[in-house]
């Protein structure tokens, strides 16, 4: 099979008419996003059962026809962690993202092959196929691309082809593709990708340490530099740090002259926007709403809990070598800290997991499943057996 190579907007028709009605496709991108604040978009590759296909987007003015291919509902659409790939399309279609999809790294969790596996390695584990990585770090905006980036690209879409086979009959069988469901949707809600700027402010690394005044001021400073990277396609931190967010927050200087002694400031920032930030900062610390505050730190565990979390983290364990799933795809430690605390509304309480783990932590919380440690090692047992 020849790769083919996209570059004019005839052959790029030619190739989505032939691969209209197919029943999945692997699907992946190139891009960078160091000096932007959305990721530009250089190479799409996509593969089917008989053509594997790099699609020069640089070249190509119309992305149409690649995007009509790829929100048909009608075709699978398969990648290896997808959030970001499926976050460029979200940006690029204003909003709506392509569905359905199948995501092999989260399937690989449910196969056996651990947490946020990468590519390569699934590919050399799964297919023993040993990929070249020397084009890891290449510049996908540069052209003309030679063809050993062609190559590099290309496999990511070539073997993702046996992989999801592979993946998708051992889950098949294994009576779990179902599981998959609610990942996958949250993969395809347009939420998950929208970047509010009135909720920029809980992305602040740090937001936490502050209340009241401050953090409505931290509120209505990210918001503006969401606002304002989104407008100049910058980077965030172009705009203004994490930490000077913080230290303006904390300060929040009412003269021009004030804002100079802030680090991180730099003259030419409050030259030209020195005068809305002190207008952002009144408005803020003089609003009467009070601002949604982050959730609390929780409180130190005693040591009786933190041997119930050690205890409850044991059983994950045994469930997920039972099960032969990662134990984080069960539950985290800090859900199981959530549960010793009391809390309810938490994923292992639901869907699948519930039935996989959550119903028994509940009983070993209720005294009904204990641990017992014999000549095969640490085992489950109900409460009163022998």
């Known amino acids: 099979m020849t790769d083919l190579f996209i570059d004019t907007p005839a052959d790029l028709e030619a190739l989505c008419v032939r691969l209209r009605g197919r029943p999945w496709l692997t699907l992946d991108t190139e891009f960078i996003r160091e000096k932007t604040y959305r990721a530009r978009l250089c190479l799409v590759q996509v593969a089917s059962d ?62 056996g092959f651990g947490e946020q596996i990468g590519y390569a390695e699934l590919v050399r584990r799964l297919l023993g196929v ?14 003309p691309l030679d063809p050993e980036q062609l190559s590099y690209a290309a496999d990511d879409v070539r073997h993702l082809r046996e992989a999801y086979a ?17 990942d996958f949707a949250t993969l395809v809600d347009p939420e998950t990708y929208r970047n509010d700027p009135e909720s920029a402010w809980r992305k602040v690394r740090g937001a936490n340490q502050l209340r009241g005044k401050q953090l ?29 967010l913080l230290a303006l927050a904390r300060s929040a200087p009412s003269r021009r002259d004030q804002l100079g002694k802030v680090r991180g400031l730099s003259d030419g920032l409050i030259r030209r926007h020195g005068a809305d ?23 130190p565990m005693s040591a009786a809990e933190e041997a119930g979390v050690d205890a409850l983290m044991a059983l994950v364990r045994l469930q997920a070598h039972r099960h032969e799933v990662s134990p984080a795809t069960l539950a985290t ?35 009904e499943v204990h641990l017992d440690y014999g000549a095969d090692g640490l085992r489950m047992e109900t409460t009163g057996s022998t």
């Open 277 to 299: 930030l002190l207008e952002l900062i009144r408005a803020a610390r003089d609003a009467k709403a009070t601002t949604e505050a982050p959730p609390p730190r929780p409180r």
């Open 50 to 111: 008989d053509v594997v296909a790099c699609i020069d987007t640089l070249a190509l003015d119309d992305p149409g026809p690649l995007l009509e291919l790829l929100f048909d509902p009608a075709t699978t659409k398969v990648l290896h962690a997808a959030r970001q790939d499926l976050e460029i399309f979200h940006d690029l279609a204003g909003g709506r993202v392509p569905a359905p999809v199948f995501d092999t790294q989260l399937a690989a969790t449910l196969a």
């Open 166 to 182: 592979a993946l998708h009959a051992r889950l098949e069988s294994a009576d779990r593709l179902d599981w998959l469901e609610e």
């Open 216 to 244: 409505a001021v931290l509120r209505a400073l990210a918001a503006w530099r969401e606002t304002e990277a989104a407008a100049a396609d910058r980077p965030r931190r172009w705009i203004m740090d994490d930490a000077t």
């Open 130 to 143: 040993q990929l070249d990585k020397s084009q890891a770090r290449t510049d996908w905006s540069a052209r």
């Open 333 to 367: 430690r800090r859900d199981l800290e959530a549960l010793v605390r009391g809390e309810r509304d938490l994923p292992l309480l639901t869907g699948w997991r519930h039935g996989l783990v959550g119903e028994l932590l509940q009983a070993f919380l209720a005294g």
